[in-house]
């Protein structure tokens, strides 16, 4: 009877089964409270952070757009500017075209006075020679004057001594 009371023993009362896994459940709940209660109180506060910066970078996403595009505006206006300058340029740059083709043709046109201003240049130098040459004999002139006045002058002042004039 022994072996009875030992089975008898070792079976147990459902009561306390239940008991026992209600405290294992309540404190392992108790656990997973300290856990998880942290964590979602975490999550709601970065979630909240989160949400806060999508908001602010919306909003300097919004502003941006409507300088771009105010901008864009001015930038278009800008480039209609540039273009109708262009237009002009390009007339102004055929018109210069047009004056550098008459330029050459007339700069053609002095290419053979110039072989003539080259023999005018020879003319010219031998004029020059000349006169430096006629200067010299009038320099030569005027000394034979000089000798010839001193030599006439001496008789003259004698001879003017007696006129009455």
Known sequence: MADTNEIADI???????YARLSEVFESSARRWELIVYPSLFAFIILAAYGFYLIYNLAKDVHYLAISVDSNMTTLAGNMQN???NMGQLTANIRAMTVTMDSIDNKVATLEPMLANLDSMDGA???MTHA?????????HMQADMGRLSYSVGRPMSFMNAF???
């Open 11 to 17: 079976a147990v009362d459902p009561n306390a089964e």
């Open 82 to 84: 540039v273009s109708e």
């Open 124 to 126: 010219i130098q031998s």
């Open 131 to 139: 006169t430096h040459t006629m200067g010299r004999a009038t320099q």
């Open 163 to 165: 006129m009455p004039w």
